[in-house]
């Protein structure tokens, strides 16, 4: 009986080992995969961030170009040169 039970205890002992194995070799295959999408996740975020800065700029750009056109466009040398023209206009048709 002796014989049995330690033969048991050999065999679940045996089985235990080969379970940790298969635990430890999962968690290394989670670990390596982990690593894989940090290093992914860091380039992508890397990624946004300038794309990110490069929007910012081209939209500061176009702001101030808008800015700029707003200036002209209401900037009183522009309105006098629309009331000429819109005397010269209805004097041409007068």
Partial sequence: ???RLEG???DT???SE???GDVEA???RALARNEHLSERCDE????LVELLKALIAATQAESARIALLIDTVQSS?????????AGLLGRGRG
């Fill in 1 to 3: 009986m002796r014989s």
């Fill in 8 to 10: 048991s205890l050999n």
């Fill in 13 to 15: 002992f045996r089985a």
């Fill in 18 to 20: 080969t379970a940790v």
């Fill in 26 to 28: 999962d968690l290394a």
């Fill in 44 to 47: 992508a975020e890397h990624r």
């Fill in 77 to 85: 040398r522009v309105w006098r040169l629309k009331r000429r023209l």
